[in-house]
């Protein structure tokens, strides 16, 4: 029994990268051998184990068969005879189908080492367009490593676009597709994942709703980039450099999707298109599976960004109305992701990074006012009392702060 580490951990290693999870393949070994070691078995569609004391991942060396669409249709053979180089060769990367021994020697049979100098993501082996998934993880190694300056290879991005061509990526399940989508956001570059689904065609596929904006043309006096796909990349890009949340990255994505819908007799123009995306987010993520507080904050996004960027401009009645239809006093926290969301909206158009949002303070300088008002000494008032006074004073404390600023 020979035992090697294996995968991201290499690959991070040869970056000089810090290493997060640790997987090993086992070699020439049973599951009963190594159960007897102590090893718990926790693999379901094949043996893979945690280590009794480190509680790391061990699996062993298996060859993998395509017999039905979709990812998984494979029958797996795990004996003792399969090799490391037989183990390595069906995954995904070359950069991902590199080992280490215990004597700290790489095993690298398929140019893994190369293609890190080079900056590559490549296939390993025909076998990639046999599991669908792995277009969504060589679209998300792109959101993590185009910073360091990887590109795709043009005949893996070849390849890819043939397997959406012959339906592989209809096959993905809704849970998949959003794990390896969530996961991508959360990267350095997200917006690399998405032009890597689009450049294969996968996003008209798992996201048509967001493919659908690209060439829908907005006004350039507000939009120097013009085209509503590119400024919501942008936007998601300048929340990634921002260090936003996932949900953030999620609302930007999604909160522009209703401009698909303009008649194109009404471009550059959208009116409209804040309630007109509402539906479509909704059914996206009941497709995918999106979490709640995700499909929240986008919804609130569409809804209300355009208020936020009239920030300047709103009576303290349009205000207040805006605090209470985003539940502001109750989920504080919320709204602040909002106008996150909204600060990165503004800030995603071309050459506009660095223009001041003042809008953003004004708001926020209202909220925190009518925040302020208490019915805490008040113990005269009540029932519908209660919210007439709160409303009231609320009203006059957002007019202050519109006359002093």
């Not at 693999?43 to 298996?62: N, S």
């Not at 209703?258 to 804040?274: M, N």
């Not at 005269?380 to 006359?403: C, M, S, V």
Request: net charge negative; charged share 25%; glycine share 6%.
């Amino acid at each position: 029994m020979k035992i090697y580490l294996v995968g991201g951990a290499v690959r991070d290693e040869l970056l000089g990268l810090a290493v997060g999870e640790r997987d090993w393949v086992v070699v020439g070994a049973t599951p009963a051998e190594l159960e007897l070691q102590g090893y718990k078995s926790v693999g379901r569609d094949f043996p893979v184990f945690l280590h009794p004391i480190t509680h790391e991942e061990y699996a062993l060396a298996r060859l993998e068969r395509k017999v039905a669409p979709g990812y998984r249709g494979f029958t797996t053979d795990f004996s003792p005879q399969v090799t490391l180089e037989e183990d390595l060769i069906r995954r995904d990367l070359t950069i991902n189908a590199m080992a280490r021994d215990d004597e700290g020697n790489v095993i690298d049979p398929y140019g893994g080492q190369k293609d890190l100098a080079q900056r590559v993501l490549r296939h390993v082996s025909p076998a990639f367009n046999e599991d669908p998934v792995r277009i969504l993880r060589l679209a998300r190694f792109a959101a993590r490593f185009t910073k360091l300056g990887f590109t795709v290879a043009p005949n893996t991005l070849m390849l890819m676009q043939t397997m959406v061509a012959a339906g592989e990526a209809n096959a993905l399940v809704a849970e998949r597709v959003w794990r390896e989508l969530e996961r991508a956001l959360s990267e350095t570059h997200p917006r690399a994942c998405f032009e890597v689904l689009r450049a294969c065609g996968a996003l008209q596929v798992i996201l048509p709703e967001l493919n659908s904006l690209f060439g829908v043309p907005q006004s350039p006096q507000w939009h120097p980039e013009i085209d509503t796909g590119e400024h919501v990349l942008l936007a998601l890009q300048i929340a990634a450099e921002r260090s936003a949340s996932v949900p953030v990255r999620f609302a930007l994505l999604m909160h522009d999707l209703g401009k698909a819908f303009t008649p194109s007799d009404h471009w550059p123009r959208h009116h409209g298109h804040e309630t007109l995306g509402l539906p479509v987010i909704d059914a996206l993520c009941i497709r995918l599976r999106v979490p709640q507080e995700h499909r929240e904050l986008a919804r609130l996004a569409s809804r209300f960004h355009t208020h936020v960027h009239r920030g300047l401009e709103l009576r303290a009645d349009t205000l207040l109305q805006l605090f209470e239809s985003c539940d502001a006093f109750r989920r504080p926290e919320r709204f602040q992701e909002f106008l996150e969301v909204c600060e990165c909206d503004a800030r995603g158009r071309l050459g506009l990074a660095e223009n001041p949002y003042p809008q953003r303070t004004r708001v926020q300088l209202a909220l925190d006012a009518a925040a302020r008002i208490s019915v805490e000494h008040r113990s005269n008032l009540k029932g519908p009392e209660i919210g007439e006074f709160l409303r009231t004073q609320r009203l006059a404390a957002i007019a202050d702060i519109i006359h002093q600023h």
